[in-house]
């Protein structure tokens, strides 16, 4: 016997929380990793000093990611627990008030109110601040806040952008370092654009230009500072 059941879709939006964090992570560590060596190698410092530079960076830049996702992210899901504390409440204190009140929601979205009111008390019965979550305050499972993981994800990303410059440090002949490790990096950025614009279904060459682009910005500008002033930024 068939089952009836239609298989579960994929869709992209389920990919936003981990892409976001990640793809911000890679490309902050990245242009930021890159924009401090080539602006150390610029006010002409030793090998070594700006390997050490670079690590420094990768390691503060990491817990900085992750820091900053966390505290944000978590502010988040704060937000949302908040609504749904309330939400839960006006329900067990009225919750023929908020049956008309989904049912005006559905109402707005097209439905004819006698089929709006029989959609939001069948949707109540089964899950009633599942679905206020859902189509009223615009929370659901996908899109929820995950500070944990957007902290990982995010920190572990700048880690693996971060490396790449260094890498270009080790194996690049000192009279050459800047424009290996800027000619690298530019590389990297365009190709993590490319490949994050086709994870989430967008225009890859769009999303590869705009990440080079600003990458390129950012070494230029450190680069003539450290030209200028002959510090370390």
Known sequence: ???????????????????????????????????????????????????????????????????????????????????????????????????????????????????????????MAHDALGAHARDELGINEVLSARPVLAALSSASAFSVGAVLPLIMVIISPPENLIFTVSLASLVFLVTLGAVAAHAGGANIWRGAWRVGFWGALAMALTAIVGSLFGIAV
Do not use: C
């Open 1 to 123: 016997m068939k089952s009836n059941q239609m298989p579960p879709e994929s869709h992209r939006s389920e990919r936003i929380g981990w892409l976001r964090a990640a793809v911000l992570g890679a490309n902050d560590g990245i242009v930021s990793t890159a924009s401090l060596i080539v602006g150390v190698a610029a006010a002409n410092s030793s090998t070594k000093s700006i390997l050490l530079t670079g690590v420094a960076g990768l390691v503060a830049g990491a817990m900085s990611m992750a820091a900053g996702e966390y505290v944000s992210v978590s502010s988040q899901a704060d937000t949302e627990n908040a609504d749904l504390e309330r939400e839960k409440s006006e329900l067990e204190s009225n919750v023929d008030f908020e049956r008309d009140e989904l049912a005006q929601i559905y109402v707005g979205r097209g439905l004819e109110p006698r089929l709006a009111s029989q959609v939001a008390e069948q949707l």
